[in-house]
């Protein structure tokens, strides 16, 4: 994220995202969709209204208030899934207002990469923002262009279209087309960007908040990486696995964790026997060196 979450803003932005990564592993990509064009219209909501962003973060309001006010707003505008989202969040303690800004547009980045996920394309998303990162870094007047907000949003989008696309019919940046062939290895970039790249990077074009696009594209290209990460599990073993034994324990995390589940496997003598599995952020440690570590730290010096 841009900024860094203080200690109840972490914590309830850690919630709201297991709900929504709940909902991902549970919804089509078509829903999935949806979903993240209706938080980013609440995102631009607030951004737009600070005295509605102050009001639905206010901690000296009762939690029914707020999540009242955002239920009288917004309903009957966007779906059910983000007005339950947005209600949620309301309804949790910020440090800052500005956090649940922050927060929104991490469901919605999240939601949008759900997409990916559905679809199989979430590696490719990773590399397209990567690359186009790279070219706003050696591109500096491309990136001033699409960061100006003295220009209005909707032409900086049209601006970024016409990049991605190869219509930059006015000459404004002359031959960056032709660099983000290159950088893509592709004779048509535009017609192979991923709809969700073309989505993420139009939404943080629009965003009112000044923040550097090129460091934008790199934080983007993260966040991608590290969702793809909910999919693979780290194993590491003592000995080699026979292909049966990894398809058991893939179906096995494939159903404790309710989503498809790959396997990276790691060779490593010092375990002495067992696994050990680390899927995103969790570690399982079933490993004899873990064990024994364990005894050794509750027996009695």
Not at 75 to 87: F, N, Q, T
Not at 188 to 201: E, F, N, W
């Given at each position: 994220m841009a900024s860094v979450l203080q200690s109840a803003s972490r914590e309830s932005l850690s919630a709201a995202t297991a709900r929504l990564d709940s909902h991902v592993d549970a919804t089509g990509a078509s829903d999935l969709s949806r979903l993240a064009e209706d938080l980013f219209a609440v995102l631009g909501l607030l951004e737009r209204e600070h005295a509605l962003r102050r009001a639905l973060a206010d901690p000296a309001t009762p939690a029914a208030s707020r999540t009242g006010l955002a239920d009288r707003l917004l309903?009957?505008?966007?779906?059910?899934?983000?007005?339950?989202?947005?209600?949620d969040l309301v309804s949790s303690r910020w440090s800052r207002n500005s956090d649940l800004l922050e927060a929104v547009e991490s469901l919605a980045r999240n939601a949008a990469?759900?997409?990916?996920?559905?679809?199989?394309?979430?590696?490719?998303?990773?590399?397209?923002?990567?690359?186009?990162?790279?070219?706003?870094?050696?591109?500096?007047?491309?990136?001033?262009?699409?960061?100006?907000?003295?220009?209005?949003?909707?032409?900086?989008?049209?601006?970024?279209?016409?990049?991605?696309?190869?219509?930059n019919r006015d000459g404004i940046v002359e031959g960056l087309v032709d660099r983000l062939r290159s950088a893509v290895g592709d004779e048509?970039?535009?017609?192979?960007?991923?709809?969700?790249?073309?989505?993420?990077?139009?939404?943080?074009?629009r965003s009112q908040r000044s923040r550097n696009l090129d460091v934008v594209a790199e934080e983007l290209s993260e966040l991608a990486a590290g969702r793809r990460d909910r999919y693979v599990a780290h194993v590491r073993t003592p000995v080699r696995m026979t292909g049966e034994q990894e398809q058991r324990l893939t179906d096995s995390?494939?159903?404790?964790?309710?989503?498809?589940?790959?396997?990276?496997?790691e060779l490593d003598p010092?375990?002495?026997?067992?696994?050990?599995?680390?899927?995103?952020?969790?570690?399982?440690d079933g490993s004899v060196a873990g064990r024994v570590a364990t005894a050794r730290r509750t027996l009695p010096s």
């Open positions: 309903s009957g505008k966007v779906g059910r899934p983000a007005l339950d989202l947005v209600s990469f759900g997409v990916a996920e559905k679809d199989g394309s979430l590696d490719r998303v990773e590399d397209e923002l990567f690359r186009f990162g790279r070219i706003l870094d050696r591109e500096p007047e491309l990136a001033r262009l699409l960061s100006d907000s003295a220009v209005p949003a909707d032409k900086r989008v049209e601006l970024l279209r016409e990049v991605l696309t190869d219509q048509d970039p535009g017609s192979k960007v991923s709809p969700v790249t073309k989505t993420l990077l139009e939404q943080a074009v995390l494939s159903r404790l964790y309710g989503r498809p589940i790959s396997l990276q496997v010092d375990l002495l026997g067992g696994l050990v599995v680390r899927v995103g952020g969790e570690l399982i």
